[in-house]
């Protein structure tokens, strides 16, 4: 199919997953009863994603540098919107949506303008539920075909158009963790659009596991964590009209960081702090200059410092 055929485009984010980019262009391929236009959006991958993009057809792809997930989908988002897209499908390269998940999602279109997304289950056992949802643990659980105000944003989250022309656009300054939930924020109550979990569609997702923070990380390639903790008062803000409530859930946010590396972090416990208090200082103030060079770079004048 020739790109911009269809009135729904589907955004895919990638970066250095080429096997997994081709599985999950495959499964979008080989959708059910509707064909979507597909957007690549290829962060700057280095191992041979750009050279196969190249050779595939009926793809629109924009290579651009990598400056994190919330960048690519800024791009993608604002291109399918620009080129006339009426839904726009979002979708993170190691997801597959199963062979029918857009054509059950479009069976509920009336709902718009909204946003619908599918239940993501493990990739493996293609029944459990990976993201929280409630008390429900599979899809088995699921007895309303829709559930109102659900949803796990760029996990074959679909926006309609008319939702990204009055919430904007995902803030691509905030780079990666946290990012998505700032923006579902913005949507559903900042611009108090209706969000529908479609019980019957599914997108199939790696599980899962251990939260980060409670096991060791790694402060030399830790640099994801700087955005967890320094994007936690923008969600929080973008969650609470009232910028006191705001402001006391990202106070109550940073008490419990600390916590975590107190109990569970064994190896470079100071200069976890150091990098923890630059973060919060920065989501405090509003600062988001600090992209993911910067942030390896400070990282890297912390651990030389320690020696």
């Known amino acids: ?37 597909i957007l690549v959006v290829n962060n700057n991958s280095t191992d041979g994603t750009t050279e196969w993009l190249a050779t595939q057809e009926g793809l ?22 620009e080129d006339g897209a009426e839904w726009i499908w979002c979708m993170d390269d190691d997801g597959q949506p199963a062979t029918d998940a857009l054509m059950l999602l479009l069976k509920h279109q009336d709902k718009k303008p909204c946003v619908l997304s599918p239940v993501v289950l493990d990739i493996e056992d293609r029944k459990t539920i990976v993201f929280k949802t409630g008390n429900f643990k599979t899809y088995m659980d699921l007895k309303e075909p829709l559930i109102d105000n659900v949803g796990y944003p760029f996990n074959g989250t679909m926006l309609h158009r008319a939702v990204v022309e009055k919430a904007g656009l995902p803030r691509k300054e905030l780079v990666i963790w946290g990012d998505e939930s700032e923006y579902w924020n913005r949507i559903l109550y ?3 659009f209706h969000a529908y979990l479609v019980s019957q569609s599914h997108h199939y997702h ?10 060791e990380w790694d402060l030399k390639t830790g640099w994801k964590v700087y955005f967890y903790i320094r994007n936690k008062p923008f969600v929080y803000q973008s969650r609470y009209t009232s910028a006191f409530i705001a402001h006391v859930k990202a106070y109550y946010f940073v008490l ?38 910067d942030v390896v770079q400070y990282i890297a004048k912390l651990t030389k410092s320690k020696n």
């Open 1 to 37: 199919m020739i790109y911009g055929q269809s009135n729904v485009t589907v955004v895919v984010v990638t970066f250095n997953r080429r096997q997994l980019l081709e599985r999950c262009l495959d499964a979008i391929k080989n959708q059910r009863g509707v064909t979507p236009n």
């Open 60 to 81: 629109k792809v924009i290579s651009q540098e990598n400056k994190g997930g919330a960048f690519g989908f800024y791009t993608g988002i604002k291109t399918a919107f």
């Open 190 to 192: 900042r611009h108090q």
């Open 206 to 215: 790696p599980a899962q596991y251990t939260l980060f923070y409670l096991k």
């Open 256 to 293: 419990g960081f600390f916590y975590t590396i107190m109990r569970y972090q064994k190896n470079d416990k100071k200069l976890k702090f150091k990098l923890a208090r630059k973060a919060i200082k920065d989501g405090f103030r509003g600062n988001t200059s600090m992209g993911i060079k």
